[in-house]
C-alpha cells in the first residue's frame, strides 16, 4: 500500500505540474466543490457512530469543518476567476 500512495503522489505531482495556469484555478475550484461528498459522509460517519466512539465523533466532526471550508474556498477561487473577465464600468 505504501508504494500505492507513493506512485499516486509523484503521478499526482507530474499530472497537476503539466496543467497549464489558465485552466489550473477552474479546474481546482471545480475538484473543492466535489468535496461536498466529504461533507455528506462525514454527517453519515456522525450519525451511525456509538454514543462512547468519541474517534468517530470527532474525525467525523472534524472532516464536516475541513470539508466545509474546502467547498467555500472553491467557491470563493471560482468567484475571484469569474470577476476577471467581467467588463469594468466607465
Given at each position: 500500500m505504501i508504494y500505492i500512495v507513493i506512485l499516486s503522489v509523484f503521478l499526482g505531482v507530474e499530472?497537476?505540474?503539466?496543467?497549464?495556469?489558465v485552466l489550473h484555478t477552474p479546474l481546482m475550484s471545480g475538484a473543492n466543490a466535489i468535496h461536498g461528498v466529504v461533507i455528506i459522509g462525514?454527517?453519515?460517519?456522525?450519525?451511525?457512530?456509538?454514543?462512547?466512539?468519541?474517534?468517530a465523533i470527532v474525525l467525523g466532526f472534524f472532516s464536516v469543518i475541513l470539508g466545509?471550508?474546502?467547498?467555500?474556498?472553491g467557491f470563493v477561487v471560482t468567484d475571484r476567476m469569474l470577476e476577471m473577465f467581467k467588463k469594468k464600468k466607465k
Open positions: 499530472v497537476i505540474s503539466h496543467v497549464p495556469s462525514a454527517i453519515i460517519v456522525m450519525g451511525r457512530a456509538e454514543p462512547d466512539n468519541y474517534a466545509t471550508l474546502n467547498v467555500v474556498g
